[in-house]
């Protein structure tokens, strides 16, 4: 798995490449990603799921636990282009009322800015 990131205003666009699983260790690159973030101070993260083509429970893991250290901080983690594999992943678990998720840049940029602050 490989992450590549990019500022756009306050917000960081973490745009993720490969698998998030176990074996291939994407879980803790991710994590170690999202805590190198806060670390810096940053708080809105984006993360761009457009690369990934399967995530087992240990990715989807490591996805609920960077959204609640980021929530934790004072910030907000929001799902960008998610899969229909991911998207039918997060129904049978409940957890798509958790995750805000957008199928647009652009409308995900907007919602940060309308989150009103903690």
Known sequence: ??????????????KVIGDITLNKGGDVLL???VHSLIQQGHTSLLVDLS????????GLGELIHAYATTKNRGG?????????????????TK????????????????????????
């Open 1 to 14: 798995m490989q992450l590549e990131q990019r500022i756009v205003g306050n917000v960081v666009v973490v």
């Open 31 to 33: 994590k170690d990603k």
């Open 51 to 58: 690369g990934v083509s399967y995530v087992d429970s240990s």
């Open 76 to 92: 907000s983690l929001k799902l960008l282009n998610v899969t229909t594999r991911l998207r039918d992943l997060l129904v049978v």
């Open 95 to 118: 957890l798509l009322t958790v995750f805000d998720t957008y199928d647009s840049e652009a409308a995900a940029l907007a919602a940060f800015g309308s989150e009103s602050p903690v």
